[in-house]
């Protein structure tokens, strides 16, 4: 039996801190910049350098509109909230997240299909590209809780089996990301540096992750390493821009206790030439409303939700 190699170990006895051995910007890539791809040869410098890139009014306010209304109408679905798709607030009965929302809303599966968002994909990741994973993080206001420090990778890689760094988030705001209402912190260019997690993943560790991440965190030092080395940059901006960020990218948001909310849709692409093997670091790997088993590729369409022009 051909026995893969795992080029990222994490969730070990000790904390590892490797170099990334992936690309950033996948081969092809370049050469949909010279031909006139959805990204400039400049775009994709900048994100090769530092993990991340936005894009200001991504999503027309007609569009905001349609995607906040039909985020208000999946909160208020008492079935769904006793549905485990829903992650309910710590500190009150309000829902944190909604998982697998481009199946449970035909206006979310457009949004998936977006040529905006797919192009965009496929060039960083060099290939057809499939959904692993899309969610609302709400945040509401008051008591809206905040992600504690991880990257992403890390995750897919020990519990849902992805071999390697060809991922790529896209957050895009459906309220107003202010600088005081728990707004997306990336470390620029921590995405090339590979924080292997001690500490085992526990049994269903989703059940409690999605709501409180612990297996998986870098300690302290790692995180102030990181840090001093590469800052952090703070993601603000109004309702309809939106950032693509690499899967490695170390990522975190506070909490928010304003009246307003921050909540934005989180779609991850994966290349079809990534598709999950067992997990590198866990009993299980994870259902499949976190971790996506079909991997039909997405075709890239006008979205339903863009008024007529
Ligand atoms: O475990 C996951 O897949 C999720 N957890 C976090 C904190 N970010 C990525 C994803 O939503
Ligand atoms: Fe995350």
Redesign the pocket.
């Known amino acids: 039996m051909i026995t893969l190699t795992d080029r990222y170990p994490t969730r070990g006895n000790a904390e590892r801190v490797i170099d990334r051995t992936d690309p950033v910007v996948w081969p092809s890539a370049q050469d949909a910049a010279a031909g006139g791809g959805p990204w400039s040869a400049q775009e994709l410098a900048a994100y090769e350098r530092h993990g991340f890139r936005s894009v200001e009014e991504l999503l027309t306010p007609a569009e905001v509109t349609a995607f906040r209304t039909e985020m208000d109408r999946l909160a208020a679905d008492r079935a769904l909230r006793d549905d485990e798709r829903a992650v309910i607030e710590p500190a009150s009965d309000e829902v944190r ?1 909604i ?1 697998e929302i481009h199946k449970i809303s035909d206006l979310f599966a457009g949004l998936v299909q977006d040529v905006r968002l797919v192009d965009r994909a496929r060039s960083l990741l060099g290939s057809e590209v499939y959904v692993h ?1 899309s ?1 609302i ?1 709400i945040k509401p206001g008051y008591r809206g809780s905040g ?2 420090w ?1 990257s ?1 990778f890390e ?2 890689h020990a ?2 089996g992805l071999p390697r760094m060809r991922a790529v ?1 896209v957050s895009i705001a459906l309220t107003d990301n202010r600088d005081t209402n728990g707004s997306l912190m990336i470390m620029p260019g921590s995405h090339l540096t590979f924080v292997g997690c001690a500490g085992a993943t526990p049994a269903d560790n ?1 059940k409690t ?2 709501r409180m ?1 612990e297996a ?1 965190t870098p300690s302290d030092h790692a995180l102030a390493r990181l840090a001093e080395r590469h800052g952090i940059h703070l993601f603000t901006g109004p309702a309809g821009s939106a950032t693509w960020f690499d899967s490695n990218c170390m ?2 948001s506070g909490d928010n206790i304003t009246p307003w909310p921050r909540s934005n849709v ?1 779609i ?1 692409f994966n290349s079809v030439d990534n598709t999950p093997r067992d997990p590198f670091a866990a009993p299980v790997r ?1 259902p499949g409303f ?2 996506a088993r079909d991997f039909t590729p997405v075709r890239g369409t006008a979205s339903r939700a863009a008024p007529a022009r």
């Open positions: 997240s998982f994973q969610r993080n992600f504690y991880h992403d995750t897919w519990e849902d988030s989703y992750s999605l991440q998986g990522h975190g989180f991850v994870r976190i971790a």
